[in-house]
């Protein structure tokens, strides 16, 4: 086909020069120019030019470059003209509007790799590689060894200033309040929970968009910024796809199967995987307790061993219609059904002043959960004449339900009894709609300004009921003060418009964006309600100028919110440990957040730098905070009774927040497979705010949360190759110390590494690698209260060692 086109444009040329000859002689020029790599510089063999006259669109000519990136077209009309140049894997170049009334030099003429056209060709990049857009940067997922067989979750932690703690918490630039999308949607699937991500297979990701400060065109959600993860869909004429398998150690088997259809007015694409896994950890909660002359009274040890099992089967199907040249429908269905059984077996021991041991007891919790979820989504596209002149609209309904069954068994040992016996069910359905239309409208010469304009309205609807009782001689009876029925509901209806302009190296873009809120909560229990209503509004600056087309800068600001979610406002304790609780607040309000942010990049020959300063202003925050509750559960044995002090979690709207800091990243790449690449992210953090609350016995309790620290992370990656084409690679991250005023969290790393070889024409990639390799990714933390000192151990994933194949076919 390329063949063809090139013998096309230069009979087309070769024929236009002559009839120019005989009939233009006298009013004929000729255009001249070379065409090279926007990043190397070097020139581009075969690229094509064509020209078309904007008076007579029945004229076209054209020419192709010469091995020196060259080309010469002859005898070209005067008049005013339209020219496109175009190479396989580069983003097309326009130039239009061209009056030509004598023979023109047009310069070098630089084009930019098209990354997702590269991906679409399967030419990935060995390595993730970062492009810096005006308003965010695109980490596009390449061959990086250390994710083979990995997660989104996996992805996710791969990302300069991204961070996955030891309970799968994502945070980005040291801040949890982060909105993760899916093909910029929310993903009503698990709520994107850190387990929906650990279930979604790296290869499906084409790309991970990280807006740290968004503007006026996203949904204002999300004070950290956003992580909008692209699924790939593949581009390819025919059949295609993909086999991976996963096995590792902890067990852990994962299948996966990629397969696509390609043909002319349709696209079919679909994934479905399938994982079966344990997840071993275990948790230690140490409680000393004190007098209120700071006098020790008694100790708690509280050991948590987790063995989770995990089934999960992920389906995705959709079709692409080409309606014609310039519109195209897209229908997709994602399902997922999975199922677990959970066990967890707490150990308590409480000892007195003399560290004798008082009471031992067990209690052991046995879930069984099963869940269903299903989305689906429709997407209409409209591409208008002018380039970026487009019409999108969006439609998505997603429902889903989860049943978790507990059974607890409580002994105390030295009781001649066999123990109390509960069961807790929790009933969670889940029903959200999306609808959403964008447009956007070029305009001025080359198209260099445009206005954007849109509406989006998310539509959300939980129903939580959880039910409590004991069994007694194998009967269930409710216990009606813990059981509660939590019903939500949030709609979120918004408008933005958005204006940009390009002036040379300078471009600019101003926004506004406009939500409504209604959030209603109701406990069926008690019939208390708790009903808001609110407009909020979210301005947004960008700024950017570029020096080169190497090195440029960019200046920016946004206002952000993050709304309290339906767990953190349901105020029924989670009741896993009876002295050691956590429970929602449904008084919170949202926080809102006002962020600045200067990027510079700057790319040499083997080095690329990217850097950014940033500074926001949180207020309202939502904070966890320690409570005392005042309360004691009674425990007795045959011999000793005590009175455990029980301790609560819960979350306040305590303070207000300034952060500011640097985010630097380095990548160096000496030769070619080589690539080294470290970054550097810290920050100040100053809480002003303080809190109070009146515990069980009536005595009122002041918190002061005042708090400034430093806190610093880091991660570094190597990637080389070794003999017999295998290739090696190692990462390490570094996640800083972390203090308030009532918790110390110490800091944590890890290692990791892998080794990659492919097979059978490259068709076949086998994979080994560890991860964690000192088993050392775990949380220590102590908090201090006033009549309490806890410290607490997490390690939710065990080091793992895995091994990965993939096939792919087309």
Same mark, same amino acid.
């Given at each position: ?5 090139? !013998? ?37 063999? +075969? ?40 190479? &396989? ?229 959709? &079709? ?54 299903? #989305? ?7 591409? +208008? ?34 123990? !109390? ?42 129903? &939580? ?44 873009? !101003? ?199 430093? #806190? ?65 990714? #775990? ?32």
């Amino acid at each position: 086909m390329k063949n063809i086109l090139f !013998l096309f444009l230069a009979l087309t040329t070769a024929i236009n020069a002559q009839q120019n000859q005989v009939n233009n002689s006298n009013s004929s020029v000729k255009l001249t120019g070379t065409i090279v790599d926007s990043e190397t510089k070097n020139p581009l063999e +075969f690229a094509t030019l064509i020209i078309q006259d904007n008076n007579n669109p029945s004229f076209i000519s054209g020419g192709i470059t010469n091995k020196n990136g060259k080309f010469i077209i002859n005898d070209i009309p005067k008049g005013n003209y339209n020219i496109k140049v175009e190479y &396989i894997s580069y983003k097309t170049y326009y130039l239009n509007n061209v009056t030509i009334t004598k023979s023109k030099n047009l310069g070098q003429i630089l084009l930019d790799l098209d990354v997702e056209e590269l991906n679409e060709v399967e030419l990935i990049a060995e390595k993730t590689t970062v492009e810096l857009r005006l308003d965010k940067k695109i980490y596009n997922v390449g061959k990086d060894l250390t994710l083979n067989g990995g997660s989104a979750s996996d992805v996710l932690n791969n990302i300069p200033s991204v961070a996955v703690d030891a309970e799968g918490t994502i945070s980005l630039r040291g801040n949890n309040n982060v909105k993760i999308l899916i093909n910029g949607k929310p993903s009503t699937l698990s709520g994107v929970s850190p387990e929906a991500l650990k279930q979604m297979p790296v290869s499906t990701i084409q790309k991970v968009e990280v807006i740290t400060n968004p503007s006026s065109k996203y949904s204002s959600s999300g004070t950290a910024g956003i992580l909008n993860i692209i699924l790939r869909k593949s581009k390819k004429t025919g059949i295609n796809g993909s086999v991976t398998a996963t096995i590792k150690d902890p067990e852990y088997y994962k299948l996966g199967l990629s397969l696509g259809l390609k043909r002319k007015l349709f696209n079919i694409f679909s994934n479905v995987t399938y994982t079966d896994r344990e997840r071993p950890g275990y948790s230690l909660f140490n409680n000393d307790f004190f007098d209120n002359s700071n006098t020790k009274i008694g100790y708690e040890n509280e050991y948590r061993s987790l063995d989770r099992n995990y089934k999960n089967l992920t389906i995705n199907a959709g &079709i692409e219609l080409l309606l014609n040249k310039t519109s195209s429908i897209t229908n997709s269905v994602a399902y997922t059904k999975a199922s677990g059984l959970n066990y967890t077996g707490i150990d308590l021991n409480n000892f007195n002043t003399l560290n004798n041991t008082t009471i031992n007891r067990s209690r052991n919790t046995e879930e069984d959960s099963n869940e269903e979820n299903i #989305r689906y989504s429709l997407n209409y596209k409209r591409k +208008f004449n002018s380039k970026g002149h487009i019409l999108t609209a969006d439609y998505q309904y997603s429902r889903s339900f989860e049943l978790e069954d507990r059974a607890i068994n409580e002994v105390i040992l030295g009781n001649n009894n066999n123990g !109390l016996f509960e069961e807790a069910i929790t009933d969670d359905h889940q029903i959200s709609q999306l609808a959403q239309l964008d447009y956007t409208l070029p305009f001025g010469k080359n198209y260099n300004s445009k206005i954007e304009v849109g509406y989006r309205g998310v539509f959300d609807n939980y129903n &939580i009921d959880y039910t409590e009782g004991s069994i007694i001689n194998n009967q269930f009876i409710k216990n009606n003060i813990y059981s509660n029925n939590l019903i939500y509901s949030q709609d979120v209806n918004a408008g933005y418009l958005q204006f940009a302009q390009g002036f040379n190296k300078f471009s600019a873009s !101003l926004g506004m964006r406009v939500e409504h809120t209604n959030l209603a909560v109701l406990l069926t229990n008690n019939n208390s309600t708790d009903n808001k209503s609110y407009t909020n509004w979210f301005p947004s600056v960008f700024l950017s100028y570029e020096f080169t087309n190497k090195e440029k800068i960019s200046l920016n600001y946004s206002k952000r919110i993050d709304r309290p979610t339906a767990g953190n406002l349901n105020p029924f304790p989670n009741r896993v440990s009876k002295t050691n609780l956590f429970y929602g607040n449904p008084d919170l309000d949202p926080m809102f957040t006002n962020s600045f942010e200067f990027n510079y990049l700057n790319k040499w020959d083997k080095i690329t730098f990217n850097t950014a300063l940033f500074y926001s202003k949180t207020e309202d925050v939502i904070h966890n905070v320690i409570i005392e509750t005042g309360e004691t559960e009674i425990i007795t044995n045959s011999t000793n009774t005590i009175a455990a002090p029980i301790i609560a979690k819960t979350k306040r709207n305590i303070a207000e927040e300034d952060r500011y800091g640097l985010d630097a990243t380095v990548t160096y790449v000496p030769r070619k497979k080589w690539r080294l690449s470290l970054n550097l992210f810290m920050y100040n953090q100053k809480l002003n705010g303080s809190y109070n609350y009146t515990n069980n016995n009536n005595q009122l309790i002041n918190v002061d949360f005042n708090a400034n620290q430093f #806190r610093w992370t880091g991660s570094a990656s190597a990637r080389l190759p070794l003999m017999y084409d295998i290739n090696f690679q190692t990462n390490y991250y570094y996640i800083g110390a972390n203090n308030n005023s009532q918790t110390k969290t110490k800091a944590l790393d890890r290692l990791d590494f892998a080794f990659s070889k492919n097979i059978f024409k490259n068709k076949v990639s086998v994979s080994i690698g560890v991860t964690d390799i000192f088993n050392a990714y #775990r949380r220590y933390s102590t908090s201090n209260l006033d009549n309490s000192i806890s410290y607490n151990e997490l390690q939710s994933d065990q080091r793992n060692l895995r091994a990965t194949f993939t096939y792919k076919f087309n």
